[in-house]
């Protein structure tokens, strides 16, 4: 089955700075790619997604690469503010096959953006 | 808010016990999924059903089942309860049968004792 690994675990940046968070993933037939923002206690929210025909995709000040031949995706958020602060989880799934539907997560990022 | 309703909030049982968590989806929504997010740990995809059917299944424990009504609501059951059940469990629900948008439900927070 699929396996995404997720890094780094804790990232801490300075308000203004720009943080990148990497997924990997195994299923060369996984073709969608979500990135979601979780608050404490909260429940996760999509922030921006990306398919396998995509290279990169940019929401104001976020964005997400995808590099189908390396099997990893990137998310870029830039000029950071302090509501940035959350836990971000890449997730990783397809629509072809057996299990179709089945979204794997990775495990979480938690971001510090420091005032 | 997403639109996707979860009930009840919380959940507080003992051991051995048996549970029902209730989703509705946003209107128009097909598809129904489930995840649980312990403590320790991300989100794990137990199931999915869309427009009455189960579509995929991932680590979900026999003692977990889970149906998707007519009306498109579903409901999880959780049953011979263990204290490494106590967790958050999340619906959420997207138009399509296959991974599109998802919308995520408030969350039921389950705690066995």
């Known amino acids: 089955g699929e396996n995404v690994e997720q890094h780094p675990s804790t990232l801490s940046v300075q308000e203004g700075d720009s943080a990148v968070i990497k997924c990997t993933y195994s299923?060369?037939?996984?073709?969608?790619f979500p990135w979601y923002k979780q608050e404490l206690g909260k429940r996760p929210q999509l922030i921006i997604d990306?398919?396998?025909?995509?290279g990169e995709k940019k929401d104001q000040r976020i964005a997400v690469t995808l590099n189908k031949t390396a099997k990893h995706f990137s998310l870029h958020i830039t000029e950071t503010q302090p509501e940035d602060s959350a836990v971000y989880f890449c997730?990783?799934?397809?629509?072809?096959?057996?299990?179709?539907?089945?979204?794997?997560f990775g495990d979480g990022t938690t971001l510090t953006v420091k005032p | 808010d997403s639109g996707v309703t979860q009930t009840p909030k919380h959940l507080i049982t003992a051991t051995g016990q048996r549970v029902t968590l209730r989703c509705s989806p946003r209107?128009?929504?097909?598809?129904v999924y489930w995840y649980q997010q312990s403590l320790d740990q991300g989100l794990q995809f137990l199931i999915q059903?869309?427009?009455?059917?189960?579509?995929a299944k991932g680590n979900i424990l026999e003692r977990f089942s889970a149906q998707q009504f007519p009306d498109l609501h579903s409901e999880l059951n959780l049953s011979s309860l263990e204290l490494g059940d106590s967790a958050l469990y999340f619906c959420?629900?997207?138009?399509?049968?296959?991974?599109?948008?998802?919308?995520f439900g408030p969350g039921t927070r389950l705690t066995v004792l």
């Open positions: 209107s128009g929504d097909l598809s």
């Open positions: 959420a629900s997207s138009v399509a049968q296959f991974p599109d948008t998802q919308y």
């Open positions: 997730a990783a799934s397809r629509s072809g096959g057996t299990n179709a539907g089945k979204s794997t």
């Open positions: 990306i398919r396998s025909n995509v």
């Open positions: 299923d060369s037939a996984s073709n969608y």
């Open positions: 059903y869309y427009n009455g059917e189960e579509r």
